[in-house]
């Protein structure tokens, strides 16, 4: 028989070789979409904009030239460096925000719901709407004599001079709005794939309802709750439509400055440059996080 | 004073008001200079922008009279304008209507210019490729950069002299053969107008007569600013009590220095969605184009609306059609920027947007036919003499630089 082996593999041997090469291709064959997709619309434009933020520009002819201006870093960083503090701590408090009013909402259609899916889509179709249209209408509901103000201030709750748009508290509370889908998504998966025979045990040890709940389904939720940190989080520090149109004077956010910088002063160097310093900084964050929650868990749920 | 003017205008004046604003010959050995600079073989370098090459339309027959001669018209045509700016009835735009019935062409009349600066910046790409824009008329304003760089460029094609009729019979001194263009080459106005003082007398009873008003405490978070360069620009400066024509880098410090004190006080800074906040009293009172409040007054039931033109003058800016290059209508685009300035077309127009206007022959049909006295007798839409007199032109950038230190001056106000 082992006489055979040889004779048969030597007929079978072109045939199993083509599949073999076959086989080895798959991966990058499978993976050709992906890569090509990453090339053309973030590696490509990425680069582009690493090498624009060290180039030169006319600004009446924009053409750029590669002269290695570093300078343009500790120039933008020092002059919005207050504008990159604040919208740090927007979209952090926006986070925040978001995950307090989604927790309750996912964890009651996690566990209680009958018809989860309806009560998911529920949630999920105002933002079927376009984005700048409910923010838009945001900005007529909360106008300084709008319906809500002009009627409050009649009852005498208010102060005449009170007002919510054009405040810190109006940008925030936009960007939770706009962004509540993000974070409870994530929050929903995390919670639904929690074992129900893993509360039942925790009762038949006798924890309370209280316990189970910080015991068990917190700690099981977690990874949810990190994952839909980072997307809440991450678009929001670069938005710049909530502040646009909710904001005043002082709630410039950087995703402002940097469209400002492409679309108006056609400041090419200085906002990809701007752009750079958020990309890193939200890189280290990302990296920061990995490393105290673990690269696994993250990638479960993003 | 001559007999082409207008009555009560100083002809030195007219020529301040509308200058030239940017050596084209600059613009072109800018553009060399950068075209030259591209040859850097480094990779990173290869994902620069490219720098305007000199190849305008005109060289490439654009434009010329034998051009022209070959375009036959089309019946469609896509015409980008700023919003609140043309008649507009029951949600339709009667002039428009008129001019689709008489030749049978279809006008795609939209308004997404906002600002002429990002507007600019966004279609640039494709007018640099020589693609068509979507768009075979768009309007630009003297008064922001965009303009003289889309003459200099070669984007504008040259217009057909032999189709502006009514241009070259009805057309007002203010806008004919301005200096910005001169011969009309390129461009016919739209419309003029005046960046003054908009405020409420709902809650502002005082006369206002000063530009010192938006830079008042007592209005703290009610003042409304415009974040565009030139305009806030020029706002500070006419608060310092500077010409913003005459003005040196020093003067823009100093008027930088009061807007940036004024910064507490102001509720936002805002491109055209001004209006919006004004109507929601969410302000009081705001830098404004003059025309917008009117019509807001006067026809859309924001009665207690008002714009002054304070005595430090305001600034005065006139808006201009442009043909693009990559244009796919041209024929139609012609017909229609002259179509405008037919007597009765304009006083429809005018009667509804309360600018200034560009046909003075339209002043006795809107006061006569459309019985409409508060616009023909405005002396902001037919300026008289003490209108003009306190009318601003605008600073006039040299080059790049002059232009990059006017951004770096104004821009962090609103931006920071």
């Known amino acids: 028989m082992e006489q055979h082996v040889p004779a048969d593999l030597h007929g079978v041997e072109p045939p199993r070789r083509h599949r073999r090469l076959g086989r080895s291709a798959s991966p990058y064959l499978l993976g050709a979409p992906a890569i090509v997709w990453l090339a053309v619309f973030f590696v490509i434009p990425l680069v582009t904009m690493l090498s624009l933020s060290i180039q030169t520009c006319d600004s009446i002819t924009l053409a750029c030239k590669l002269t290695w201006h570093f300078a343009e870093f500790p120039n933008i960083i020092g002059r919005y460096n207050d504008t990159f503090v604040r919208s740090l701590v927007y979209a952090g408090a926006a986070t925040v925000a978001a995950l307090v009013v989604a927790f309750p909402v996912t964890y009651w259609i996690a566990f209680r719901a009958k018809r989860k899916n309806f009560f998911l889509l529920m949630l999920l179709v105002p933002f079927f709407v376009s984005f700048v249209i409910r923010t838009t209408a945001w900005y007529t509901l909360l106008a300084d004599q709008g319906t809500i103000l002009s009627t409050l201030k009649n009852l005498h709750l208010v102060p005449e001079s009170f007002h919510v748009l054009a405040t810190p508290l109006a940008v925030i509370g936009g960007l939770a709005y706009n962004y509540l889908p993000f974070t409870a998504l994530p929050l929903y998966v995390a919670l639904e794939r929690i074992d129900r025979r893993v509360m039942e045990a925790s009762h038949d040890l006798y924890a309370t309802r209280r316990v189970a709940f910080t015991h068990v389904v917190l700690p099981l939720a977690v990874p949810g709750i990190f994952a839909a940190f980072l997307l809440t989080f991450v678009p929001a520090a670069g938005d710049y439509v909530n502040a646009a149109i909710l904001g005043g004077t002082n709630t410039v956010m950087i995703g402002q400055v940097i469209q400002n910088k492409f679309l108006e002063a056609a400041d090419y160097p200085a906002a990809s440059a701007l752009s750079t310093v958020l990309l890193v900084l939200m890189l280290v964050g990302i990296a920061a996080y990995a490393k105290f929650l673990g690269s696994r868990t993250i990638e479960e749920y993003v | ?416």
């Open chain 2, 1 to 416: 004073m001559t007999d082409q003017q207008q009555p009560g205008i100083d002809p030195a004046l007219w020529r301040g008001l509308t200058q030239s604003r940017t050596s084209r010959r600059g613009f072109l050995r800018a553009a060399g200079v950068g075209a030259g600079a591209l040859s850097l073989s480094s990779i990173l370098a290869a994902c620069g922008t490219a720098g305007v090459s000199t190849s305008s339309a005109a060289a490439n027959g654009v434009g010329s009279a034998e051009w022209w001669s070959q375009q036959t018209e089309t019946k469609t045509l896509n015409y980008a304008n700023w919003p609140y700016y043309i008649d507009t009835a029951h949600g339709k735009h009667p002039s428009i209507d008129q001019f689709q019935q008489q030749t049978g062409i279809t006008v795609d009349y939209t308004e997404p210019i906002n600002d002429n600066t990002s507007f600019f910046t966004k279609i640039r790409p494709d007018l640099q490729a020589g693609n068509y824009i979507g768009y075979d008329v768009i309007v630009l304003t003297n008064s922001d950069p965009p303009l003289s760089e889309m003459i200099g460029f070669g984007w504008a094609v040259p217009l057909d002299q032999s189709r502006m009729t009514n241009f070259y019979k009805y057309a007002s001194p203010l806008v004919k053969d301005p200096a910005w263009d001169p011969g009309n080459i390129h461009t016919m106005a739209w419309q003029s107008g005046y960046t003054c003082i908009g405020y409420n007398t709902k809650y502002i009873t005082e006369d206002i007569t000063s530009i010192q008003s938006l830079f008042d405490p007592k209005y703290k978070g009610k003042i409304g600013m415009m974040g565009i360069s030139t305009e806030l620009g020029s706002a500070g400066l006419l608060a310092i009590g500077v010409d913003p024509a005459a003005s040196t880098p020093d003067d823009w410090t100093k008027a930088a220095e009061m807007l940036t004190q004024q910064k507490p006080l102001v509720r936002s800074y805002y491109d055209q969605d001004y209006i919006k906040a004004l109507k929601n009293e969410d302000i009081w009172i705001s830098m404004v184009w003059s025309g917008d409040v009117f019509q807001a007054a006067n026809y859309q039931g924001y009665d207690t609306l008002k714009a002054v033109i304070p005595q430090e003058g305001s600034m005065f800016w006139t808006d201009n059609q442009l043909i693009p290059v990559g244009v796919q209508n041209p024929v139609a685009a012609m017909e229609f920027m002259d179509y405008v300035y037919d007597p009765k077309v304009q006083a429809l127009i005018e009667d509804y947007n309360a600018y200034v206007c560009p046909v003075p022959a339209s002043k006795s049909i809107i006061a006569n036919q459309l019985k409409d006295p508060t616009v023909a007798d405005s002396p902001t839409v037919f300026p008289d003499a003490q209108m003009v007199s306190r009318s601003k032109p605008y600073y006039q950038f040299k080059n790049s630089q002059d232009l990059d230190q006017w951004n770096s001056t104004f821009q962090p106000i609103y931006t920071g």
